[in-house]
């Protein structure tokens, strides 16, 4: 077996040293690593964190901002009027297609014309009440509209969504 020679002793000796250096710089980089990505970790799930602690004041005061929004007013108020004269409306129409169907009661489509009649006004008023209710709507009902419209109100006949005793 041959000896080596100082030249290749040192040289190994050298690359010995060099990947002893490489070593020691891979796990330093390394560790740098792990701790730039828990770092980012911590942050993200505080931002998270923070995020969900304010989340309801933010959302409360999201929807105050956009019930007093004139756009949401406005719009408010004209899909109030527009569906109370559409329920007036149809209370008028329902007084004539019982009308009509009294007059030829073996109609079959009067009296379907009739009940579909009733069912729409049914169907209005229910979205008038949700609409009355309604957190963006619910003030901004003009003051001569009714706040609910109680279909079981004896006094109530122009929005009872029935005909009208003659």
Known sequence: MRMPSRREYVMNDYWKDERREMNRYGRFGLGWIIAIVVVIAVISL?????????????????????????????????????????????????????????????NAVLQTNYNGLVNYCL???????????????ADFRDADLPAEIDLNDPTNSTTDCKENKR
């Open 46 to 106: 505080a931002g998270w964190g923070f995020k969900v602690l304010f989340s309801e004041p933010k959302g409360r005061g999201d929807a105050l901002i956009e019930k007093n929004s004139a756009k949401n007013w406005v719009k408010t108020q004209k899909e109030f009027n527009d569906r109370y004269q559409d329920i007036l409306a149809t209370d008028l129409k329902i007084d004539a297609a019982k009308d009509a169907w009294k007059a030829d009661k073996d």
């Open 123 to 137: 169907s209005a008023v229910g979205e008038y009440n949700s609409l009355a209710r309604s957190y963006l709507a």
